[in-house]
């Protein structure tokens, strides 16, 4: 899980210059700040989970990448359940077999209806019949046909990172594990159940352990462009879309339009920039870029301001309840929530003019934010969307969003130097305080020299 090292490259100035026209990035050596060898992260140790039933003679061991014991068991992509069963059989036991059963399953309501299972691993441990498969165990007693003495199995349980599931009549495809997903605002829930079953027979009540676990996908970004790499590197402003066209999804430009102090007619240009690739990691940020031009420099004044530039991350959660139906038979259901919002302030890069605002910001990403996810009948989706501004006074014409872009959470660090938010705490959205929040801005805009 954990990030590989940046490369080693030699180092360049961190004064601004023109562009390198080689598209390689240059190599550079670790300034003096740098440790001369890799950081070596040592791996935390498993924590061990201990479920006990039947007076303790049933013990199941189960180890997990949670913090805490007292946490449910979690599990990363690519990580095995490993553990151990024990069983104390003493001169015998009538037990007539032991299952493991892994299910995963999103969940949309009480009844059984409102359930679709799409991971569901059954493993046999034991078996009175020596015919049925088995877990190899060094213990004596499990050879025969019955237990008996001190039973111990070790497990190492793999988990598939993709599952087939229906999409439409008569058609599958392969999807990702979700994330474990639970929240009380939304009716819609995925969880994952490990289960122990012991059977005894006719004669004898079975016994049985469940826990709910949960489940980490390992999403990773590509690597950003090779001059933003160079930025983060150096703790430099990030290059523009124009001098790093390969770093920027530059979406298309939109009008906003409305009526200022209710009678006068405005209208801006806005055109939004994204840093590509489109899949940014839950913790870190959506760096962006923004260009207002309009007519009246007084009435950017007004609208370019951190408080009134309305950038949101907006996730969606889409999913809907009959299983056995097919998704076109079907009506979805649908919750939409703004989860993010965007920090400004003027851009180290591109300069503004009477006419023209140049604006740099960042989209925080929470570290619980779950990871984009599509399963079918249960997906997760994200998009920056950018809404008319709201500033008192001001009127839009509509209040529909402007213009939106899809992009991809992910839940691992992308390759490379750590990408490092550059937002000014001045003009972090969370502390701003009106007047004196303008006043900065304004007087970063046209030039002028901030006093704090």
């Not at 489940?215 to 950003?224: A, D, E, F, L, Q």
């Amino acid at each position: 899980m954990d990030a590989l090292a940046p490369p080693s490259y030699r180092r360049y100035s961190t004064q601004l210059g023109p562009a390198p026209v080689s598209n390689e990035l240059p190599p550079y050596t670790r300034s003096r700040r740098s440790l001369a060898q890799p950081v070596q992260v040592a791996r935390r140790e498993p924590t061990e989970h201990v479920y006990k039933i039947n007076d303790g003679k049933v013990v199941l061991k189960i180890n997990s990448s949670a913090k805490s014991s007292k946490a449910l068991p979690t599990f990363f992509e690519k990580e095995n359940i490993t553990g151990q069963l024990e069983i104390a059989a003493g001169k015998g036991d009538s037990i007539q077999s032991i299952v493991i059963m892994i299910t995963g399953r999103v969940l949309t309501g009480s009844s059984s209806d409102d359930c679709f299972v799409f991971l569901n691993h059954v493993l046999p441990v034991w078996s009175k019949s020596q015919d049925a498969s088995r877990i190899p165990s060094d213990s004596e007693g499990t050879m025969g046909t019955k237990l008996h003495g001190d039973c111990i199995w070790p497990l190492s349980i793999a988990l598939p990172r993709t599952v087939e599931v229906p999409t439409g009549s008569s058609e599958t495809r392969f999807c990702r594990l979700p994330e474990t997903f639970l929240e009380r605002q939304t009716q819609v829930s995925v969880q994952y159940d490990f289960t122990l079953h012991i059977s005894r027979g006719k004669l004898r009540a079975d016994s049985q352990i469940k826990t709910a676990f949960g489940y980490v996908p390992s999403i990773r970004p590509g690597p950003p462009s090779l001059l933003r790499q160079l930025a983060y590197q150096q703790g430099c402003p990030l290059p523009n879309p124009e001098t790093d066209p390969e770093g920027w999804k530059v979406l298309r430009s939109v009008t906003c339009r409305g009526v200022m102090s209710k009678s006068r007619r405005v209208e801006t240009r806005c055109t939004l920039a994204i840093a590509q690739p489109l899949s940014f990691t839950r913790g870190t940020v959506i760096p962006c870029c923004l260009t207002v031009e309009g007519t009246d420099a007084a009435v950017l004044d007004s609208l370019c301001r951190p408080s009134t530039i309305v950038a949101t991350l907006r996730r969606r959660v889409r999913f809907y309840n009959k299983s056995t139906y097919a998704r076109t038979d079907v009506a979805w259901n649908e919750t939409l929530e703004d989860v993010g919002n965007a920090s400004w302030w003027p851009s180290r890069t591109m300069q503004s003019n009477t006419y023209t605002r140049q604006l740099e910001g960042e989209i925080q990403l929470p570290k619980d934010l779950r990871p984009s996810s599509d399963m079918g009948h249960f997906s997760i989706s994200y998009s920056v969307a950018l809404s008319p501004f709201v500033v008192p006074g001001f009127q839009p014409d509509s209040d529909v969003t402007l213009v939106s872009e899809p992009v991809e959470i992910a839940t691992m660090r992308a390759r490379g130097p750590r990408a490092t938010p550059f937002a000014p705490p001045s003009y972090d959205n969370c502390a701003v305080d009106g007047r004196h929040e303008d006043i900065r801005f304004q007087a970063s805009v046209h030039g002028q020299i901030m006093v704090a």
